[in-house]
């Protein structure tokens, strides 16, 4: 580099330094950094003017010019110093960008920024400074030291930069996965396998049937049961072993538990991404397929299409030499989505080595489906059941606990009357809880039923214990079992707790008011448990929602009604009546707060659709109350998460809103209510073009559709999401 070169780079980093300066004055701000940082850019700018004065006097022979020349090198003390004036002109111009006029600069730094840039301003300042002198040895070896110590630090900041571009992409990738699936079976999974005894299913891993399964391209593996028989604790065995396996492996393995209270939201799209989203885990460098959907649709707010979903997780599979893919409970999926998700599944496994495994009660149509594939039912085994009743051994009563012969009745009636189901042996273990003697240990060990019937009379013995219970907690099961019986999805712990203390005609929850969620399922004789990973509370089994389905109404006869009015009491509380939310922040933050609402927002118009007629009052002033924008936003809001999305969502009326839950009776009292403004009122339009008669059409309410017509609703109005169909063909 010619002297030329050094004093162009002078040049450069002089006239930076004026601008930096004219910043710096106009910074508001009086902090000692900044005064800092401009009296040693001050300082600095005076030296270097002198150099530039000094270089262009002398000559380019002289020893001296070849020290100088190591200054402006790459990277060297003036490249340095030009970062320092960026960083400080950047960070106050916000990047560059040009300011308003009149626009005040702020100063923006951390004290760890301060520091460094001072450190590099005095180190050219030395270097500088000795320049001066004239002596060039002194100055080749200020300088070597320089390069050296600039070494050291070029390791340090790059290890700093690779591990913040290590936290950038993992916030990425999070967000990536957060977006494509909220469903967290892996939550799931770690709850069942921790309840597993140690042992039980061996027998299944055991079996020349799943070995074939592990072992060959593209088979499929269908194991039926009976009701309660452990079929979901033995998928669960089944995924353990895949995800310890895999350590050691290249395969991949994805899992679904379908849920009877979750159907609604477990449609093919969510099985099918949340199966996406657990393979790309696995292989990370898969996340670009991810990726580009989230580009093509996060910023619109619109969700991938099915087929997109589909073409995306078969370029994730080809990441992978083969995949194993679990589903457990496949009947506790509605019927049209189970033939769909089926479809692609084996659409899927036509083109990947996709190894499939399939949990489900006898059902004709699924046994049909898999007629071809490899059969094991799945039975609770003898020794299975042993290993289980001595592991529940600490939780039977002290006069079994201490005598060994007492333990070894117990084993031998359960065994014999259980006739392969788990469930059972759970449920009879779970009824001697309360038998404090040997004698009524024995007497009802010899009441044990088997057989088909033999589940219905468990339960009916459970109500039995609960009746049995002091009358406030009696109370609190019967309630706590009819709000997740009736639920239309499954509820959170906090989420029933909440509901649980709402009082009638109240404005807030009173904190004294909330139970605690240990004692909601101590109350209820073992016919409740919680997920501990998700904090999601359920009934033991799917058979026990059954059996309250057919017999809830009977033993709780006001559960539809109270269930009704505390969410219509909830959404009127005094926190909702600001209504809707205007930023993202402000919309998470309540929901955050009051957690009952994303349930009683979304589902309390089903609930009052059992018992409309008695409580038509109270929905009435709900839907002329200020809380029903914040309600609607929370019902209406998009599932995918952008900048702005909590804005998305129809300004409505409240026909729109009796029509979206199919309310005719109610609907029809609000309709006639008005006749002077009968037609406008009924063919209003929302936010995005819908009617009322096109919002009831879309979600399939017939009722509702009839009320609307008989009361002049235009049959030839439709929405711009109706499309093509018109709501008259509903009529």
């Not at 200054?71 to 400080?88: I, S, T």
């Not at 804005?647 to 409240?654: E, R």
């Amino acid at each position: 580099m010619d002297p030329l070169s050094v004093t162009a780079s002078i040049i450069a980093i002089l006239q930076l330094s004026v601008k930096v300066l004219e910043y710096l004055n106009h910074v508001k701000d009086a902090s000692k950094d900044r005064a800092q940082c401009e009296i040693e850019t001050s300082n600095l700018y005076s030296l270097l003017v002198n150099l530039r004065c000094r270089l262009e006097e002398g000559s380019a022979s002289q020893p001296w010019y070849t020290a100088v020349r190591a200054l402006a090198v790459l990277n060297g003390p003036l490249d340095q110093f030009k970062h320092a004036l960026e960083a400080l002109q950047a960070k106050m111009t916000d990047g560059g960008r040009l300011k308003k006029a009149g626009e005040a600069l702020m100063w923006k730094f951390r004290k760890e920024e301060v520091a460094s840039i001072l450190e590099r301003m005095d180190k050219l300042k030395g270097l500088v400074g000795i320049a001066l002198e004239m002596d060039h040895f002194k100055l080749s070896q200020a300088i070597k030291d320089d390069a050296t110590f600039l070494r050291t630090q070029v390791l340090v900041i790059q290890s700093g930069v690779d591990a913040i571009q290590q936290q950038h992409d993992s916030a990425k990738h999070r967000t990536l996965l957060e977006w494509t699936s909220a469903t967290d079976y892996p939550a799931q999974q770690s709850d069942i396998i921790k309840r597993r005894e140690q042992g039980t299913g061996q027998w299944f891993m055991d079996a020349p049937e799943v070995s074939r399964w592990l072992n060959e391209p593209k088979a499929t593996l269908f194991c039926p049961g009976i009701p309660g028989a452990g079929k979901t604790m033995i998928a669960a065995i089944a995924i353990d072993y895949l995800l310890n396996s895999m350590q050691q492996s290249t395969h991949g393995v994805a899992y679904v538990y379908c849920n009877y209270k979750a159907q609604e939201e477990q449609d093919v799209c969510t099985m099918l991404t949340a199966i996406m989203k657990q393979l790309v885990l696995g292989r990370l460098s898969a996340i670009e397929h991810i990726d580009h959907l989230h580009r093509k649709h996060a910023d619109r707010g619109t969700k991938p299409s099915l087929d997109e979903i589909t073409n995306a997780l078969r370029d994730v599979l080809a990441h992978y030499p083969y995949v194993y893919v679990v589903i457990d409970a496949l009947d506790e999926c509605q019927n049209a989505t189970r033939r769909q998700f089926l479809a692609k599944l084996r659409d899927l496994q036509a083109g990947r080595d996709v190894r499939l495994m399939v949990t489900a009660r006898f059902i004709p149509d699924i046994e049909d489906a898999f007629r071809t594939a490899l059969k094991l039912e799945v039975r609770a085994s003898r020794e299975d059941v042993k290993r289980f009743i001595a592991g529940q051994t600490y939780r039977l009563p002290t006069c079994i606990q201490r005598s060994a012969a007492l333990q070894d009745m117990v084993q031998e009636k359960i065994l014999n009357a259980v006739d392969g189901m788990f469930l059972l042996a759970r449920l009879h273990v779970d009824s001697l809880q309360d038998k404090q003697t040997t004698k009524a240990v024995k007497t009802s060990l010899a009441k044990l039923t088997k057989g088909a019937a033999a589940l219905d009379v468990a339960y009916a013995e459970a109500i039995q214990r609960i009746e049995g219970q002091l009358k406030g907690y009696r109370e609190l099961a019967k309630r706590v079992l009819s709000w997740i019986t009736f639920a239309k999805r499954p509820l959170t712990t906090t989420e029933i707790c909440c509901a649980l203390a709402v009082e009638p005609e109240e404005t807030e929850i009173d904190p004294d008011n909330v139970p605690d969620s240990e004692d909601i399922v101590s109350v209820c004789a073992g016919l409740v448990v919680v997920n501990q990973e998700s904090a999601l509370i359920r009934l033991v089994h799917y058979t026990t929602q059954e059996f309250f389905e057919r017999t809830g109404n009977a033993w709780v006869p006001d559960s539809q009604l109270h269930i009704a009015r505390t969410c219509l009491t909830y959404l009127c509380f005094d926190a909702f009546q600001s209504g809707s939310c205007t930023a993202d922040k402000e919309y998470e933050k309540r929901l955050q707060e009051h957690q009952f609402l994303d349930y009683a927002a979304k589902y309390w118009g089903e609930h009052v659709r059992a018992v409309e007629d008695d409580v038509a009052g109270q929905v009435c002033m709900f839907l002329n109350s200020t809380s029903l924008s914040c309600a609607v936003q929370v019902l209406r809001v998009p599932v995918y998460k952008y900048r702005g999305y909590s804005k998305v969502y129809l300004i409505t009326t409240p026909l729109h809103v009796l029509a979206h839950f199919g309310l005719a009776i109610i609907a029809g009292q609000l309709a006639s209510a008005a006749p002077g403004l009968l037609i406008s009122v009924v063919n209003a339009r929302n936010s995005f073009g819908d009617t009322p008669l096109s919002t009831a059409a879309v979600q399939g309410h017939c009722e509702a559709v009839s009320m609307l017509l008989d009361n002049e609703a235009d049959v030839n109005a439709q929405g711009w999401r109706v499309r093509q169909r018109t709501p008259g063909g509903f009529s």
